[in-house]
């Protein structure tokens, strides 16, 4: 087996995607689908099944596809390490976060970091939180910023940032926006943005929107990694997205969204902050904690 078609594998589970993973990889589609034809041949079984809601794994696909991401991960760091020695880096910092805290926070959470400690280069990554874990339980991370995840390892320690719920959102010029309450049923037929699409953490968009009730709703997006693009489409009052209360808040304003009225329950999204027991920066967590706290209270 090629180490090129296990870090192919991976980029498309993580991607949920073939397409986005094709993008993602700088491949064509059909290089990429042939890639994966002579892996399972070579496998001798299916690696995914493919669905109108992306790439399901096998098994056999999930475990092929951890292989990948560490040959993927290894090619990572290597390159990071000739990059921080052309730049003369010192005493560097490894983040992985979210979009949405990536896009809302970390500016905020730089800034601070380094005005503590000024010969401290930052290194930002976003990636799923699943991901971001098996990064940092194998030491190729220093912190992660990002919500609960079922399989996490009970070695790596977390301390809770905030809580958070999710709610149902829209622009001031959505029909559903001037409503004094809005009831589940009045959700059904609307287009909808659905973040964090191909995340694996927990339950999908859609599976927490059927949860509470809604019959009928179209997926006109779904993003994994980005959040810029749903906060600017938002804007044009077509959509409706499942999002975080407390994150969203520090968008409100600028994109001109708000919170609907839904008497309905769609689950938490707590964020906390991951490390090893032997994490090095561990008396810069607080430092950290309450820079998003303030960030938060200020929006």
């Not at 968008?251 to 994490?279: E, K």
Request: hydrophobic share 40%; proline share 4%; net charge negative.
């Amino acid at each position: 087996m090629e180490p090129k078609h296990l870090i192919q594998l991976a980029t498309i589970l993580d991607c949920g995607s073939i397409n986005l993973a094709a993008q993602q990889l700088n491949v064509t589609q059909p290089t990429l689908t042939k890639n994966m034809q002579t892996l399972e041949m070579q496998a001798g079984a299916s690696l995914f099944s493919r669905s109108r809601h992306g790439v399901r794994q096998t098994e056999l696909g999930e475990a092929l596809a951890r292989e990948g991401r560490v040959i993927g991960d290894a090619l990572w760091a290597a390159q990071q390490i000739a990059v921080r020695h052309r730049l003369g880096m010192q005493s560097e910092m490894r983040i992985s976060v979210g979009p949405m805290v990536a896009s809302l926070l970390m500016h905020r959470v730089t800034e601070s970091l380094q005005s503590q400690m000024q010969q401290l280069s930052v290194v930002v990554q976003v990636e799923t939180p699943s991901r971001s874990l098996d990064q940092l339980n194998r030491g190729q991370l220093d912190l992660v910023i990002g919500p609960e995840v079922p399989t996490a390892r009970p070695e790596l320690e977390r301390v809770r940032l905030f809580e958070d719920e999710l709610a149902v959102f829209a622009s001031a010029s959505h029909p559903l926006a001037g409503a004094d309450r809005v009831e589940v049923s009045d959700l059904d037929g609307y287009d909808w943005i659905n973040l964090a699409t191909y995340a694996f953490f927990g339950e999908s968009p859609v599976e927490l929107l059927q949860r509470a009730g809604v019959q009928r709703f179209n997926t006109a997006i779904a993003l994994s990694g980005d959040v810029m693009i749903c906060l600017n489409s938002m804007m044009t009052g077509r959509y409706l997205s499942l999002m975080p209360v407390r994150l969203t808040a520090l968008a409100q304003r600028d994109y001109g969204i708000r919170r609907l009225p839904v008497d309905a329950d769609f689950g938490r999204r707590d964020i906390y902050l991951w490390h090893r027991r032997d994490c090095k920066f561990r008396e810069l967590v607080e430092n950290i904690r309450v820079t998003i706290e303030q960030a938060l209270q200020d929006a």
